[in-house]
């Protein structure tokens, strides 16, 4: 068998003191999924998952701290320590799969029934974490040297069964990087979407735009015919162009960047119909609506906007957007950055004589704008800029 060298410290210390102590008692167990996979590419792992024999009633008498997330399945969380949680899930084969998502129950099994029911070959590694050693059933260590995302067993059944797999697929694929191979390609292209929730469809956008592989989800998506599921209407073209000089940003910027050939309303629209926090629905249509605008708005305008703490995507999307106008945008930002706030306010309007009322506001707005845009900055400019726009 393979062995592999396991850094010591992090979410692995927590992995080997829970098998550790699950092993002490007699049951087999391993570090399985996505920590396996991404500890072998060389990526970042935060989150260890352990698969056992043991079965949930045991975990739970094994550790004093745990939280029984999802027994009828087998998965109970140990916290070792207040941000020291580690997820152990016993070996477990599915039931039946009825209505494309979920088993109709589970049985306990052996390890190597447990990666049957696992997705991709990539995911389906196991690892002991005490002495590298890494057990492969289903080829997941020659895929993974490969580049190939491939489900695991026969493609079109396993993506039946639970059809969010098809974007799974399609995430993990531009996420690593990788091709897909054809059995499972065919699967992805064939199986329909009807049934998968709206929750777990935005989960998986959401992770893909997160990791920076957008551009490339985009693509995959839009070339397996799955577009039209996740987003009607979408012109995948300038969405992942976009995405692709987006690169890393935060996830207003990238949905922007993703929703922005629908426009501002599309984008409204769509939003409206998803699981996504009030944030969003805010922030993305304006900055659709926004950022091809910026250049235009009077210059107080602008820098009000660029001022403002709600839209730090604003500059990333709008230079995504039109990347000849980025460094003009950074060096609206920069300024808007060493500006602050106006050194006088309306106090200092009415000291200086200025009447209550309406056009008082509109002097201070005025005078506002002009320190924003640099065109007044002493004391003196300011208050001539609002004598100018009290009259
Ligand atoms: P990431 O957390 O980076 O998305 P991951 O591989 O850890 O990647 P999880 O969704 O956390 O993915 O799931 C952990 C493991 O559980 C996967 O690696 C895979 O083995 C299995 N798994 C998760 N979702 C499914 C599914 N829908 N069908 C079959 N197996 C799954
Ligand atoms: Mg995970």
Known sequence: MERVAVPHDGVWADGRAVISVLRAAGHESWIAGGAVRDLLLGRAVDEIDIATAAPPEEVERLFPRTVAVGKAFGVVVVV????HEVEVATFRADGLYIDGRRPTGVRFASAQEDVQRRDLTVNALLLDPCDGTIADHVGGRADLAAGVVRAVGDAAARLGEDRLRV??????AAVLGFTVETATW????????????????????????????GAAFCRLCAAAGRLQAITPGLDPGPAASVLERLGLAPREA?????LH?????GARAWLQ????PASWRRDVPWLIATAPALAALPAGARQRHLQDQRNPSLVAFASALDPDKADIYRQWQDLAGKRGRCPLGAADLLQAGFAPGPQLGQA???????????????PEELLHCARQHAR
């Open 261 to 265: 050939p629908l426009g501002a309303e």
């Open 186 to 213: 065919q699967a992805v292209c064939a199986c329909d979407l009807t049934g998968v929730s709206r929750e777990r469809v935005v989960a998986e956008l959401g992770k893909a735009l997160d990791s920076g592989a």
């Open 273 to 276: 119909v998803q699981p996504a």
């Open 80 to 83: 070792l320590a207040p941000g």
């Open 254 to 258: 990238t949905l922007a960047a993703w």
């Open 167 to 172: 974007l799974r697929a399609l995430r993990f």
């Open 364 to 378: 201070l707005r005025a005078m506002e704008d002009a320190w924003l845009d640099g065109s007044a900055s002493s």
